[in-house]
């Protein structure tokens, strides 16, 4: 990678090293909200943007509605109709006993990685 005219950090703002790849934490990350109860889509993505992997970087909306319609062909979450507020009926999505196995699954590969990412900072 040429760095030539650019700032260190620029020259790496699309490295995997800027944690560009933190993105894939959004699995566990819609998990872990959806553990604390049942949410519609929108507010889903309020609180991802409020969680310390994603630094207030408000995820886009369409996206997460993607990811929460393939979690739920995994069974990982269900979706029902709430026409109990005013305004057009909403999504609201509900963590399976499926998606809180899952959860636990991603908590013990999580402690395994931050394990294996502090040995490494250990060894830098």
């Given at each position: 990678?040429?760095?030539?005219?650019?700032t260190p950090s620029a020259a790496f703002d699309e490295c995997p090293?800027?944690?560009g790849t933190l993105d894939k934490l959004i699995?566990?990350?819609i998990l872990a909200i959806l553990a604390r109860g049942d949410l519609h889509g929108y507010?889903?993505?309020?609180?991802?943007?409020?969680?310390?992997?994603?630094?207030?970087?408000?995820?886009?909306?369409?996206?997460?509605?993607?990811f929460l319609r393939a979690?739920?062909?995994?069974?990982?979450?269900v979706a029902s109709w709430d026409v109990s507020e005013r305004g057009p009926a909403k999504r609201l999505y509900r963590l399976t006993a499926r998606?809180?196995?899952c959860l636990a699954r991603w908590v013990e590969t999580l402690e395994h990685y931050r394990d294996a990412v502090s040995a490494l900072l250990r060894a830098c």
């Open positions: 990678m040429s760095t030539s005219g650019a090293c800027s944690g699995q566990p990350a507010r889903i993505a309020q609180q991802l943007a409020e969680m310390p992997p994603f630094e207030g970087q408000k995820p886009d909306p369409s996206g997460v509605y993607r979690m739920e062909e995994r069974e990982l979450v998606g809180r196995a």
